[in-house]
Each structure stands twice: as C-alpha cells, then as structure tokens.
C-alpha cells in the first residue's frame, strides 16, 4: 500500500517559471517531510525538511509547504534553472519510524 | 507493494556484535545501490555506492571496515555493521537503481532498518 503518492510521473516548465511538485500522503500520523532530488545514475541529495508543526518552509528557490488537513505537500521552485532538471522525491516518517518514499517525479525545465 | 525490502526492519543488540542488514529489489534487476544513515531529524547521509560484482565506494569520512557492503546479485546488497557501538545506532536506508518493467531507469527506496546499539 502506497503512503505517500506522487501523482506527476513527469514535469516540463519554462525556464524562470514556477515548478510546483506535488505529492499526497495517507498517514495522519506523518510528522516529518522530506524532499530530494536525484540526478541520473547519482544517489538522491536532501533538498528541504518540513516538520508538521509548520505550514511552509523556504530555503533559497525552495518552498515546501504543507497541509495537514489535506495531506498534501507539495515543492515550489521559483524561479526554476535548467540545473533544477532531475527527478524529485518526497518522502514521509513518522518520527523515529520508517520513511515511506514516493516514486518520483521527473522535472525538466526547458531552457 | 513494496518493491525495494529490507530485513530487519528492527534490530537492537549488543555493543561489539556485528548486524547484516539485507537489501534486496522485488522486481527488478539493480545495477546499482545505495546505502544511507539517516539522523534525527536531519537528511539521509549517503554512505556507499554499490554496483553489482564489484566494491563499493565509499563516501568521505566513512569507514569501509567498520560498514562492509556486499553487492553479490542484482538483486541483493548487504550492509554489515562491524563491531557495532552506541553511535552506530541510526537508520539505515537503502535504494535500489535499475529498470523496472521496462520503464525509464529509476530509483526505488527501501522502508530503512533501525539499528539499536545497546
């Protein structure tokens, strides 16, 4: 069973855009959200942290925000570099648990 | 369902015992996987690289004696805590990179092990 979704397999977006990356989880009882992203034939790099006691954190063109009441997190990009090109991961904990991962999403910002 | 496992999800032990914990693909063939340590609150550490039949490469300031790594199949990698102590108690993750039915190459996570060292 899938706990945490990302629905988006794929995502294309001008250069200097926004890129908003999506994703959907089913345990209310998640209190720890990551985000990383991954180039190809390298490991996953952590990109941002929120924990459930914030609505949104920031760190330079990233945003996360989220919304507990809809399960929902989600990964803004703004603005977006062809560099940001890479396949995005969210991933969930309960804390001191296991993280559960989404599949990802590859994002391609078009120069 | 889960397509990258881990076992055991859960292991406490004894200071100077060595812990294996096995990370295997369900589904698909890994050409490559990846070890982590995750701390409270705080990101993964990438520890390793592992590719099949061959040794793994270790990232800086990790010890390749203490954390053996074993890529043996294409489908299982073996993490091995030598000696384990105190500080070695974390939460280790792996992932699995390969083509999985005929999709694009991906990376699939495992659900972690949490290693107590008492």
Request: proline residues 4%; charged residues 15%.
């Amino acid at each position: 069973d899938q706990q945490v979704k990302q629905n988006s397999p794929s995502l294309s977006v001008q250069e200097g855009r926004i890129s908003i990356l999506n994703c959907d989880y089913t345990n209310s009882m998640f209190d720890y959200f990551l985000w990383y992203k991954k180039y190809p034939a390298e490991g996953p790099t952590f990109l941002i942290s929120i924990s459930s006691i914030k609505d949104k954190n920031e760190d330079g063109r990233f945003t996360v925000f989220l919304n507990k009441s809809a399960k929902h997190l989600s990964l803004h990009i703004v603005p977006s570099q062809p560099g940001d090109s890479a396949v995005y991961f969210c991933a969930a904990s309960v804390t001191g648990n296991q993280f559960y991962f989404g599949t990802g999403t590859s994002l391609t910002v078009i120069p | 369902g889960a397509v990258v496992s881990q076992h055991p999800s859960w292991v406490i032990c004894k200071s100077g015992t060595s812990v294996k914990i096995e990370c295997r693909s369900l589904d698909f063939q890994a050409t490559t996987m990846f070890w982590y340590r995750q701390f409270p609150k705080q990101s993964l550490m990438l520890m390793a690289t592992s590719n099949e039949g061959s040794k793994a490469t270790y990232e800086q300031g990790v010890e390749k004696d203490k954390f053996l790594i074993n890529h043996a199949s294409l489908t299982l990698s073996t993490l091995t805590v030598t000696s384990a102590h105190p500080e070695d108690s974390s939460f280790y993750i792996c992932s699995a990179h390969g083509v999985r039915g005929g999709a694009q190459e991906t990376q699939y996570f495992g659900p972690g092990t949490r290693l107590l060292v008492l």
